[in-house]
């Protein structure tokens, strides 16, 4: 079973920030993510993994959705540990891409090949006003562009033969320039001449993840991942999707067994239901139902969403078409879903949602939990979870010192690291040049 930590905020409940037991140092602190990932390292997690949004999408008065910039943070998290994978969000359509490839080389070489890069087009409508003037790139082109990126990047990658460095001291030759190969990519949105100005880095090149799971997602993912997060409030969406992804990676002449599915999960813990209950109570009474239709809101491109009833059932109709979204088209879609079959109250889908923003949360104790996860992944439902604990540190303390031993014990996860990169951790093979 695989384990990456999603850090985020103090905690991925809406209210964790708020929550008596969670992170007293500011967000800003380096020193609080550098704590968080040493406990996952320590907790023989494969990785961490740090999400960004390009632009200020949230409400500043309620939401504090702010945090260090990912790849410089990785840096410093790089130099804070020495086993545990480091992913972060960088984005294919408001980066360049030879700045990005060099960015996370470097990275790869700094980490000493732990590096894993999260490939998203950029859901928010609020990065189209930062960049360029271009405005929100619709989501198909967004795709499309990501097709041409990807193949620029790995070119820039793949530049720098493995052995191009001679380093020969004697001979007074540094690098042998046979071996370091300019790309000439001249496409429709992009055009890099190449090499790189970095050696191959340790792992090649970063470890891809990837986390759109609409139709276009899906088959991004087959195209390029390596591992898949993605978002899901029931079990039965989750199988039909690991299904598809898994058929569709078999379809594209990939091995599925060399692309992990990672399904975000948050569980609440207890040492009884009633003390998991309790903290979820907790967590819930500090929660605004206004702040979560604002997020809503934004979820679905900044829709009007104010003349709802917060305690009317809800068809699909009162919301709007996923299928016209130009935002975040995947994880509205998993919300319609979800309403259409569970008929619930604005108030009850924003409780929902207010848990882990669309991804699996379960309130048990320690057994109940690694049952869960046992289940999911003997099931053919995932190859292990994104874990996304609802108050950081508390719950993820908790998670390493009650659940890891008993997955440890049920031979379900290992008991030591056995290499040193993330593609090592995640079973995954080295890319060749
Ligand atoms: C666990 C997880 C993390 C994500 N992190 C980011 C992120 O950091 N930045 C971002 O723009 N999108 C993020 N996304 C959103 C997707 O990558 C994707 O861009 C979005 O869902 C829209 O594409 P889709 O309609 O194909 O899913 C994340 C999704 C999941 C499931």
Known sequence: MHLNLFI???????????????????????????????KAEAGLFDSIFLADVLGLWNDVSTTPFNWLEPLTTLAALS????????????????????????????????????IGWNIVTTWSPQAGGNFGGIGQVTHADRYERAEEYMAVVKGLWDSWADDAVLDDRAAGRYADPGRVKAINHDGQHYKVK????????????PV?????????????????????FTAHLEKKTAKAFYVELKGLLAAEGRD???????????????????????????????????????????????????HLSLDKPL???????????????????????????????LRQLLAKLAGARGHFVFEGTPDQVADLME??????????????????????????????????????????????????HFGLQRPAA
């Open 8 to 38: 985020q905020s103090r905690g991925h409940h809406e209210a964790a920030w708020r929550h008596p037991k969670s992170s007293r140092l500011p967000l800003t602190d380096i020193d609080y993510t550098v704590e968080v990932t040493q």
């Open 79 to 114: 130099m804070a540990t020495s086993k545990v994978g480091l992913i972060a969000t960088a984005s294919t359509t408001y980066t360049e891409p030879y700045n990005l490839a060099r960015q996370l080389c470097s990275l790869d070489h700094i980490s000493r090949g732990r």
């Open 194 to 205: 190449g090499p790189l100005n970095l050696p191959r880095s340790p792992q090649g090149r």
């Open 208 to 228: 891809f993840v990837q986390a759109g799971s609409s139709d276009t997602g899906k088959r991004f993912a087959a195209h390029h991942a390596e591992a898949v």
């Open 256 to 306: 599925p067994s060399q692309v992990l599915i990672l399904p975000g999960f948050s569980p609440i813990i207890g040492s009884t239901e009633t003390e998991a209950k309790r903290f979820s109570d907790e967590l819930n009474d500090l929660s605004d139902p206004e702040v979560g239709r604002n997020r809503l809101s934004l979820r679905f491109g900044g829709a009007d969403l104010s």
């Open 315 to 345: 068809a699909p109709e009162d919301l709007p078409n996923p299928a016209l979204n130009e935002a975040s088209r995947s994880r509205t879609e998993v919300i319609v879903d979800f309403v259409r079959e569970q008929r619930p109250t």
């Open 375 to 424: 289940e999911w992944v003997a099931g053919g439902v995932a190859d292990g979870f994104n874990l996304m604990p609802p108050v950081l540190p508390e719950m993820l303390d908790v998670f390493i010192a009650e659940v890891i031993p008993i997955l440890q014990k049920r031979g379900l996860f290992r008991t030591h690291y056995e290499g040193n990169t993330l593609r090592s």
